[in-house]
């Protein structure tokens, strides 16, 4: 077995080296302003260890890789009633597209693109306050993290709020269909801020361990979701955790990943290992140009594909 450190030192030079690194995200305009140079990684194995390189202790915008862990709170609530609200297929679309919804009577096509997220959100908005739900998913993130620490960047969710009308204009739509339930301000504003939690690599590589490990953290022993459910999980990353882009990261990378415009990608080798990484410039699809570059480049060289 390859040296991890090694490997992963060597890839935080090589990323370091590379003058190809997308272009971050501009759209939010709180996010155009992250230095295009940084990268991070940090992997964490099933003892623990955490193997990090580069800016990996450097907070970020983690946008839509909160997603993960939104859908897995509203399956903790409604369970498998939550897929009569949102579908769990590729969309192959851009991640803010509104035509499918059109096509679809107002049910998102997956939990991971903007209207499935916004769905998913107002589940775990019902019953609640929006200040509330907010303290449920930030509390879910520390609980995994095991750090008390992580907050929601208060600047990039006001850039959002500001600039969100597509958000704003997907949400209504769902809402005349029935399939957002809570008062569109309420559920918006509630993920607007989960979208801007910030995390550093390291952070986000301990909060994503449980799906790592059968749905436990291994350090404690303790279960956090059910194994069948972390497979599950794991299965809609793989199948669409980068929206439009995700055929290509499964076909490279050969790992369940989920990708945010903040230039974040959490991933999961399972049994093996859990991996952040790092790098705001973006392709095409609105994924971490760097990101996957070094993530496929780990996969290869640790032999951690799920395909063999």
């Keep these: 077995m390859p040296n991890l450190d090694l490997v992963v030192n060597e890839i935080a030079d090589e990323m370091r080296q ?40 450097t907070s970020f915008s983690i946008q839509s890789i909160s997603k ?23 969309s192959g679309s851009p991640f803010n597209s509104i035509v499918q919804l059109e096509r679809e009577q107002g049910i998102p096509r997956n939990p991971f693109i903007n209207a499935g997220a916004i769905a998913v959100t107002d589940v775990i908005l019902s019953g609640h306050q929006p200040r509330e739900a907010l303290g449920e998913i930030l509390r879910f993130m520390r609980f995994l993290a095991d750090d008390p620490a992580i907050t929601i960047d208060k600047a990039v969710a006001a850039s959002e709020q500001r600039t969100g009308f597509r958000n704003i204009a997907l949400a209504n739509y769902m809402k005349s269909f029935g399939v957002i339930e809570n008062p569109v301000d309420f559920t918006l504003g509630v993920y607007f801020h989960h979208c801007a939690i910030a995390m550093s690599c390291k952070q986000l590589a301990m909060a994503g361990r449980f799906l790592a490990h059968e749905g436990r953290n291994p350090s404690t022993g303790l279960s956090v979701v059910h194994r069948e459910r972390a497979r599950r999980i794991n299965a809609i990353m793989l199948t669409c955790g980068h929206y439009d882009g995700s055929g290509e990261f499964a076909y490279r990378v050969g790992l369940p990943g989920k990708s945010g415009v903040g230039g974040g990608i959490l991933a999961i080798a399972p049994g093996k290992a859990s991996i952040a990484v790092w790098a705001p410039g973006l392709d095409n699809a609105g994924n971490s140009h760097l990101g996957r570059i070094a993530l496929e480049t780990l996969a290869k060289r640790m032999g ?3 395909f063999g």
């Design 18 to 57: 590379r003058p190809d690194r997308g272009e971050v995200a501009t759209y939010i305009p709180e996010l155009a302003r992250v230095d295009a140079n940084a990268f991070g990684i940090a992997v964490i194995d099933a003892d623990g260890n955490v193997a990090a390189a580069g800016d990996s202790d």
């Design 68 to 90: 993960v862990f939104t859908l897995t709170l509203a399956l903790g609530k409604v369970g498998d009633r939550l897929w009569s609200r949102v579908g769990r297929e590729p």
């Design 304 to 306: 951690w594909s799920i």
